[in-house]
């Protein structure tokens, strides 16, 4: 029973059993209509010869019984007084009709007929059913006439059995042709299917995965249901294959991240167990204990440094709020840009202010602090990352500003992902300047994202600019 249920849950099955349903629906309303139709019309035509046969029974006999010429014709005279009288037309087949006398108790079955002028149906004993009329048209009494109903219900009987000979052929004939048409039918989508399943026999917890299975494109018409079943399955696919190279960069950049960032905290610590060791084998050297405090403080902020932008990362990808406060934009990037001045005299810093921010300066919502840090970054990077002599311009808008440099810029390879995590700095300006682990430009996007707003990047030699469009 359970197979059964299962094999019945099928599309297949289920259409292949409602189109059969429907056949024998319409099988059996057909034959119902036309047996009742039938029987409608062959007893209209049974009553009429009874009427007529009894018509001319009392034209042909006038007080007396007489007969018609119908073979099986009953006619049975009911008296007043006295006991009924009939007889019936029989032809055994060896002369002409001839009359038969029928019984008194035969006779009397009809005596119950309604003289109403209609026709009724009558079961005589040993005779079978008739439809009878009867006619009080005698003054000593009724008249009934009838003919026999057996060959109508015969005929009826032999209706019904051909209806259900054709309703069963049908009926195997509409199986068949369903279940072909079917399964022609759902043929593209057991090739959608197919491919789905494909897909999911592929290994896609972990690695590069080269998802190309598709489906095919004679399947992707949206003008017809597998066609949109078909073309949101491969936009599926498109999707999961574009995250799950996301996911296997990402776990590329996390690996790198962890080399470079055990490279970055190996090398402080080491230095620091190294003046360690040495301030504990002469504790007496005061200039070199001296020496080796620096170094320690010096390598502890590098460290402090690397976790706090770490730290960071991980907030703002929590979601945390940043405050929300009135910041004048355009005081941040001047003291910003002043600061570089005085810490990197070797470039060229310029502050591009519009006339119209000069008396009305460029305010936005957003955490002072942090777009603090934003600026900084971008203005360190600059330095760090082009030679002595370059001009860096940061150019001051009501939505935000732009820093611009002249000199070698970014890699054409690199430009597409300068702002993405744990991309290495001498990567992306490979001129021989320190370096660091990657988070600066990463830490902009961040935070300006958690701004509302949104960084470019546009590089080529000698003109690279940085855009920071920010909510206004």
Sequence with gaps: MTRLRDRFRSLTSRLVVTTVLLVLVVSVLIGASTTIAMRTYLFDQLDRQVQQALSRTIDGAGRAPGFGSEVGTVVVALPDSGEPAGQMISDDGTGPPARK?????????????????????????????????ASDAFADGDLVVGLPQGEVDQTLTDLMWL??????LAVVV??????????????????????????????????EIDLTERVPEHLTDERTEVGQVGSALNALLEHVETSLAARHRSEQQVRQFVADASHELRTPLATIAGYTELARRRPDDAAMLGTALDKVEEESDRMTSLVEDLLLLARLDAGRPLEREPVDLTRLLVEAVSDARVIDPEHRWRVDIPDDLIDSPAMVPGDGLRLHQVITNLLTNARKHTPAGTTVTVAVRRDGFAVHDDGPGFPPDLVDHAFERFARGDVARTRGQEMGVGLGLSLVDAIVSAHGGRVTLRSTPGDTTVDVTLEG
């Design 101 to 133: 006398t029928l019984s008194t108790s035969t006779a009397r079955s009809v005596a119950d007929v309604p003289v109403d002028g209609h026709t009724h149906s009558v079961e005589i004993p040993g005779m079978g059913t008739y439809r009878v009329a």
């Design 163 to 168: 209806e259900l000979a054709l309703a069963v």
């Design 174 to 207: 509409a199986a068949g042709a369903a279940l072909v048409v079917v399964r022609r039918q759902l043929r593209p989508l057991r090739e959608v299917a197919a491919t789905a399943h494909s897909v999911s026999e592929l290994p896609l917890a972990e690695g």
